[in-house]
Each structure stands twice: as C-alpha cells, then as structure tokens.
C-alpha cells in the first residue's frame, strides 16, 4: 500500500491537520453519542495511531463527551473534527466529512447499528455490528 497524506479542517479554516498513510479503519457510526455531538443522523469517522495526525496551527479544542472520552471541535465554527477515548489508547478518530478530499476514504463497515435512526438506510452491502465491531 502506498504512503497517502491526507489534508483536512474544519469549515472556517482555523482547524487544519495534515495525516500521514492510511486509516486503520472508516465506518459509519450510528452510536447516539456521535448523533448527537455532530447532530448529524449519523457519523463517518476514519481511526489513526495519533502519531499519523499532526494539527498545524495547534490541537482542536475539546469536550469531555463521557468520562475518559474526548471530542475535538473547532472553538470557531464548531466543526467536530476528532475522538479521543482512554478505551483507544493511542488512537484518534477523524471526521472523514472534515477531510479536504472525504472521497477517498471509504466507510468499510456500520457499527452501533442498534442504535441507527430508523429511517437511516445506507444502500451497501457492508458488515453491520449492532455496537462495537471485533477489532476497534
Ligand atoms: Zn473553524
């Protein structure tokens, strides 16, 4: 697999990362936490080592959504932009809809399925995990 980099921020301009290679994993989430956070009917989100992101002009600002669990946002616009959770040592998650080029990361599965609106149906034939898929 060749080495990507990928650019992205938030819809203002004063969040912007660069990434470096590929994601260990993209997936449409439909957990209520996430619902909520981007109040969006669900959630696309692409899973880095943190060491893969670097922020340029500084780390988003963040929430403490849930005990040991923290979402980056831009303190301007508000664009959701990262996750961070003590059960992911190491990991960040990026709103893939905050990448420049979102087109290039494709979701490759649906977790917290249980919990997705009723009227939300994606039409692919991807895995559906009715909370956390085997590997996070
Ligand atoms: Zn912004």
């Given at each position: 697999?060749?080495?990507q980099e990928s650019h992205g921020g938030c819809q203002c301009g004063a969040?912007?990362?660069r990434i470096?290679?590929?994601p260990l994993m993209a997936a449409i989430y439909h957990c209520t936490m996430c619902r909520r956070a981007?109040?969006?009917?669900?959630v696309a989100?692409?899973?880095f080592q943190e060491s893969q992101v670097v922020f340029s002009n500084g780390p988003p600002a963040a929430y403490a959504s849930s005990p040991g669990a923290t979402r980056g946002f831009c303190p301007v616009c508000?664009?959701?932009?990262?996750f961070t959770a003590d059960y992911i040592p190491g990991l960040i998650d990026i709103t893939i809809g905050s990448l420049d080029h979102p087109e290039m990361v494709a979701p490759?599965?649906?977790y917290w399925d249980a919990e997705r609106l009723p009227w939300v149906h994606f039409a692919d034939d991807l895995p559906r995990y009715p909370?956390?898929?085997p590997v996070a």
């Open positions: 697999m060749s080495e969040i912007r990362y470096d290679g590929e981007n109040a969006a009917p669900a989100w692409a899973m508000g664009t959701q932009i990262s490759n599965l649906h909370e956390f898929p």
